[in-house]
Structures are given as C-alpha cells and as structure tokens.
C-alpha cells in the first residue's frame, strides 16, 4: 500500500468523542487508511511509502475536516432503499394510478413491503393522497409504505 495523501488540519473530527482536534488523514488510493497525529500518520506514511516517495501533504490550518462522505441534504435509507430494487419510483397521476404502479411493482416483489417514492397528490386528478382503504383493498395482507419526497 502506498499513502499519496496527507490531509492535515487543527480541527479533525473522527466521531470519537465529542470534539476536533489536531490530526492527520493518511489516504492510499481513494480509501481513508489511518488518522491519528500528524506525527503518527507522517511515520505510518514513511514505512508505507519507503522507497516510493513522500505522499503529497494538505494543510487545512484551522478548517473543520471530517473523514468521510457528506451531502448537505441527504436522507440515507430513502436515497439507499428507492435507488434500490427493493422500491419503486414514480409520480403518478391519480390514487387509482398509483394502486395500479403499486399492483406492477408487486408482481416482481411477491413477498415482503412495498415500497414506492415520488408521487405527488397534489399533481393528480383528483389531487387526493392514497387511501389506507384502496390499498387495502389492493393489498390486503401485504405492509405498503408509500413516501411522496
């Protein structure tokens, strides 16, 4: 493994307990490989790399660096589950529309929830939600969770 970053900052939050502190972010590739002190990362980066050069070195001073994958606005298990083929996806046009997607949907998935994302009532004709009693009667021993955002 050879470390070609360092990532460097006085405020480095790892999750471990509830401050950032001063430390160092080693990265092999795109993968996070170690943090630690900066002592401690540029040593473990030294033996890593011996022979094959020093890895690049970032300084962030006094910026909030926090390992890992962020989205200023993400739902995790929504962007997870309906990208997922254990959901499905669409607007819809009608509560009748969306029992019949539903229906589909559930031919390829005969046990277990439903799920379904994307609709928008208030673009239907009539602009109703879906109703417990239709897909009740659509699904009567199955769980269905429908979630318009």
């Known amino acids: 493994m050879r470390i070609d970053l360092i990532i460097e900052s006085r405020n480095v939050f790892t999750g471990v307990g ?3 502190r001063p430390a160092a972010i080693a990265v092999a590739g795109d993968r996070i490989v170690a943090v630690g002190s900066r002592e401690d990362v540029r040593a473990f980066a030294l033996e890593a790399n ?3 050069g020093a890895p690049e070195v970032r300084d962030f001073g006094d910026a909030l660096v926090v390992p890992g994958f ?18 499905t996806m669409f607007l819809g046009e009608s509560e009748a529309d969306c029992v019949a997607r539903m229906q589909a949907f559930a031919k390829d998935r005969p046990n277990g929830w439903l799920l379904a994302q994307g609709w928008r009532e208030y673009r239907w004709n009539p602009p109703v939600l879906p109703s417990k009693r239709s897909l009740d009667e659509a699904f009567p021993a199955r769980p269905v969770a429908l979630y318009s955002g």
């Open 50 to 52: 011996a022979g094959g």
């Open 70 to 87: 962020h989205d200023s606005h993400l739902h995790f298990f929504h962007s997870a589950a309906y990208s997922s083929p254990l959901a």
């Open 18 to 20: 509830d401050v950032a």
